[in-house]
């Protein structure tokens, strides 16, 4: 059964630290991946995506990501984290012709000043 | 703003009752796709319908039932509520090019006392 798992409820880094958030991931197909923002008391917006190609994937706000296959993983980063960047992301992966996604369970980003 | 429009923002009801949650997909998109958002669940596919058409179900209870209008806005129903129903019900429409890409809007924030 395909399946996303991210490490971690909750992540903690200073403000100006490396941002590292781990996503991996099951498909029994190739796989298209998502990477969403919830930022506080608002909707899911989309971060970045991986669809074929360019395994190195950049998004908005300076976040980017790499689609690893032999490590089936979507990890998200950002060279230096801001106090904007407090929110909880959400990895996902594409899973039928519905445009069905799997969703992860979250991870909630948590800048420290 | 992503475009898609819930609305009512807040509802508080009591249990037993029957609430309605209106979504307006973004002009041209012709899937709607429903979810609930709780603590405990994380983000939970409901359903999803295409051109008026339902074309998935994920768990949703049979309390709640949904469509969609031939002006493709859609109507997501909870009826006998109870205390667990209490969450945040997001409304999101699919793009156009395959790529899987969810437009979500902000949310109705349901609480059931």
């Known amino acids: 059964a395909q399946s996303v798992t991210q490490l971690g409820s909750h992540v903690s880094v200073s403000e100006g630290a490396l941002v590292l958030l781990r996503c991996n991931y099951s498909s029994s197909v190739p796989p298209y991946l998502f990477w969403y923002v919830q930022y506080p008391n608002q909707g899911l917006q989309l971060l970045l995506k991986?669809?074929?190609?360019a395994t190195l994937v950049k998004g908005i706000n300076g976040f980017e990501a790499e689609f690893k296959k032999s490590e089936t993983s979507f990890h998200l980063t950002k060279p230096s984290a801001h106090m904007s960047d407090a929110a909880e992301y959400f990895c996902a992966v594409l899973i039928d012709s519905n445009y069905q996604l799997i969703w992860g369970a979250g991870t909630k980003l948590i800048i420290k000043p | 703003d992503s475009g898609v429009t819930q609305t009512p923002k807040h509802l508080i009801t009591a249990t037993g009752q029957r609430v309605t949650l209106r979504c307006s997909p973004r002009?041209?998109?012709?899937?709607v796709y429903w979810y609930q958002q709780s603590l405990d669940q994380g983000l939970q596919f409901l359903i999803q319908?295409?051109?008026?058409?339902?074309?998935a179900k994920g768990n949703i209870l049979e309390r709640f039932s949904a469509q969609q209008f031939p002006d493709l806005h859609s109507e997501l129903n909870l009826s006998s509520l109870e205390l667990g129903d209490s969450a945040l019900y997001f409304c999101?429409?699919?793009?156009?090019?395959?790529?899987?890409?969810?437009?979500f809007g902000e949310g109705s924030r349901l609480t059931v006392l």
């Open positions: 999101a429409s699919r793009g156009s090019g395959g790529t899987g890409e969810l437009f």
């Open positions: 002009s041209g998109d012709l899937s």
């Open positions: 319908y295409y051109n008026g058409e339902e074309r």
């Open positions: 991986y669809t074929t190609g």
